[in-house]
């Protein structure tokens, strides 16, 4: 059954070509494998990617409707229609048009900062690892199978509040360390429930 989970996520446009660019960045990197720099560049990727996870779901993707009207319908495809429909598949996923210039962006910084190809490769390669990982939760958390571990189950429960109680909390969907930072993780029986939790767009009438 797992195996069935597995096809239609690879089979998944969007992750296909973001697993595609990883496994180019991983084979780069063998004859690297040896400096350390090359690991630690890998693990701070794949820190950024689990920071901005939070941020950019809360700061962004839960923003205010924009007026503008390409703003709003990329926002749509990005985050609103998602919590409309939150089992929809051609929502969830996110589109490599948003990601790659992101990542391209990144890794323009990295190499800027380190002058070192293998460095900037090592940090995307991260960057990519990490969202593949995001992607996956993401995607069991919205299908009708329990996670095999105790910590995907609770990050499953801790997203499926995001989307039926109460969309102001819980932003993280790997991991809750920065709900916890700025107290976005709270007791789920003391949340009550957000009428807006299915409609982002009414967020402007508030
Ligand atoms: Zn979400
Ligand atoms: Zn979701
Ligand atoms: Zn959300």
Redesign the pocket.
Known sequence: MLKEYVKQYFSQFDVLVISILFAFGFLWLIPDMHRIHVWMALAIGMLSYAVSEYLI?RFI?HMNPPKIRWLLAMLKRL?YD??VSPNQLNLLFLPVWYSLPLIMLAGGAAFFITKDFSLMVAFVTGIMGYLLYYEWT?YIAHQPVQPITPWGRWMKRM?LW??YKNENYWYG?TNPALDLLFCTYKNEKQVNRSSTARNLEQNDMK
């Open positions: 779901h993707f985050h998602h919590h993401h997203h995001h989307h969907v």
